[in-house]
């Protein structure tokens, strides 16, 4: 047998486990390659076989499963340092609403003129205890709360709270709640929305920031 096909059968007999030649540095050398080689390529082979190398997810898996799973994401907007994000949910409006402040925050949906007839939605963090209200914009600089002027308190559910020098506010407020102090939201239609915050655990005392923006819902 000719001496390259010997020592290439020695090679794979001593990967096999079946001989050892210890006085052949270089048949031991390529074996122990050898079976390096083939341990890597078999884990490897092994974890695709277990789908072990799917594990990690891709940005876009995030974005399916939400896809999949109907949840709309938050639509969001920032102006004067204050920051508002959005989503409709069935027949309601969800809403967050932060800005850098130990006092209130505001939102005021379709205003006719400066706040006159928004339908706002003003609160704020004391004590750990988060409070808001709904409000109506009856004239050009003043609002009060809908309950105070025939109206009816129309927030389905609200949380808050109150990190460092940051408030946030969450609510939840039907498109369309039958009450005359509220405005008639429609998806996909656009508005001009009402943002601010104060100084204050209050919903009288003036503005720090304000800003209005348009959104689409």
Known sequence: MPSLDKNYLIAILTCAGLLAFASF?????CA?????????????????????????????????????SGEKQYRKVTAEGITFA??????NLSCIVSAPTDGWVSVG??????????????????DGVVHVED???????????????????DILDQTGKETGDITEIAFTIP????????????????????????????YKSKHREKAIVEIEL
């Open 25 to 29: 540095p270089g048949h031991v050398m």
């Open 32 to 68: 122990d390659s050898f079976l390096r080689d083939n341990a890597v390529s078999s884990a490897m082979n092994a974890s695709s076989g277990s789908g072990l190398l799917m594990a990690q997810a891709s940005p876009g898996d995030a974005r399916k499963k939400d896809a999949d």
């Open 86 to 91: 959005w989503r409709v949910e069935g027949g």
């Open 109 to 126: 949906f379709d205003p006719t003129k400066m706040m006159k007839d928004a339908n706002i939605i003003i609160g704020y963090v004391e």
């Open 135 to 153: 409000h109506f914009g009856t004239a050009n600089k003043r609002h009060r709360a809908d309950t105070d002027i025939d109206g009816t308190r």
């Open 175 to 202: 498109l369309n709640s039958g009450d005359e102090k509220d405005r008639i939201l429609v998806p996909g239609k656009k508005y001009n929305v009402i943002l601010a915050y104060g100084s204050r655990d209050n």
